[in-house]
């Protein structure tokens, strides 16, 4: 008896595997995935500026790293003790205003150089609501928790969405013409808009993006949020919230992109580093046993093998 509907998944090329160097930009099921990449020791970047929920932020981010602007101190805004800044996520605040310039403008310069030597670039979008300061007129990443009053909400239309998304690709290509954009829409659920304008918002992403997707080279579409939906469809695979998708659906979608993304020549190697984080976390009875000394030196020898064959690998 078949229960389960299932998307069925082809071997993407070129695949990633241990020499590629992989880029993440967006919401953050974009982070989801690069704890993966993390924990199987891939080369890997994830979000400069922090979490970006919508196409328009990310969009940002790479104009000035294409232009290289510089932020500057009109950008900033100071509450709550910190420094912050509407184009980046709060983890980026700081109490120091030169600070807070600094890492915003390192994020901006380490972009385009994290671009220039990708192999793939991974792009999830959260949302096409847009909130936009109406005092300055622009378009916001983040509102910090600001009063909703200083803000107009207001979604993308297909059409914005469309140009956006060609705007990105050509931006992306520009600094590296080889390379392979991986785009996905994040099963995350945005409920504090709506549930009838999250999947209105959800919706206008899917039409807008297809059509770049098909007319770009080296461009492929991820479906997270169609396993999420479709696979899963149970309440049980998020967390408390009924926002997130929890580890169980985060360990099964990372399993569907590894079956579809990560070259089977890499496998291996996934299965020693497996073996040996499991080694590192393991939590001994005795640490001062014989047996548990064995054990640690046996697991400090596989290791030093492993980082001297690949070298950016850091345990």
């Not at 605040?93 to 991974?122: D, P, R």
Request: glycine residues 2%; contains cysteine.
């Amino acid at each position: 008896m078949k229960l389960q509907t299932q998307i069925s998944l082809a071997k993407q090329a070129p695949a990633i595997d241990y020499d590629s160097k992989v880029f993440l930009l967006g919401s953050c099921f974009a982070e989801n995935i690069a704890d993966k990449f993390s924990y199987y020791k891939f080369q890997h970047k994830v979000n400069p500026l922090g979490i970006l929920f919508h196409p328009l932020a990310i969009l940002d981010l790479l104009k000035k790293a294409q232009d290289r602007i510089d932020y500057s101190e009109k950008e900033l805004f100071f509450s709550n003790g910190y420094w912050q800044s509407y184009s980046a996520h709060s983890r980026l605040n700081n109490a120091s205003k030169t600070e807070m310039l600094e890492q915003l403008n390192f994020a901006v310069h380490s972009t385009k150089e994290q671009i220039e030597g990708a192999s793939h670039v991974v792009l999830t979008f959260g949302t096409a609501w847009v909130y936009t300061h109406i005092q300055s007129q622009r378009i916001v990443a983040n509102c910090h928790k600001q009063s909703q009053k200083e803000f107009e909400k207001s979604i993308l239309s297909i059409d914005q969405l469309n140009e956006v998304f060609e705007s990105i690709v050509l931006i992306l290509k520009s600094f590296n013409p080889e390379l392979t954009i991986i785009f996905t829409i994040s099963p995350v659920r945005h409920l504090k808009d709506g549930f009838i304008e999250n999947n209105h918002s959800k919706s206008q992403l899917i039409s807008a993006l297809h059509p770049i997707i098909n007319k770009t080279k080296n461009a492929s579409y991820f479906p997270s949020y169609e396993l999420v939906m479709d696979e899963l469809r149970d309440y049980r695979f998020y967390k408390e919230d009924m926002v997130h998708p929890n580890q169980l659906a985060i360990d099964y979608i990372w399993e569907k992109f590894q079956s579809s993304w990560i070259c089977s020549d890499a496998e291996l190697t996934m299965k020693e580093v497996n073996r040996l984080q499991k080694g590192l976390d393991h939590k001994p009875f005795n640490p001062s046993s014989k047996a548990h000394q064995s054990f640690l030196s046996n697991l400090t020898k596989d290791v030093n093998a492993l980082v001297v064959k690949y070298p950016f690998m850091k345990f």
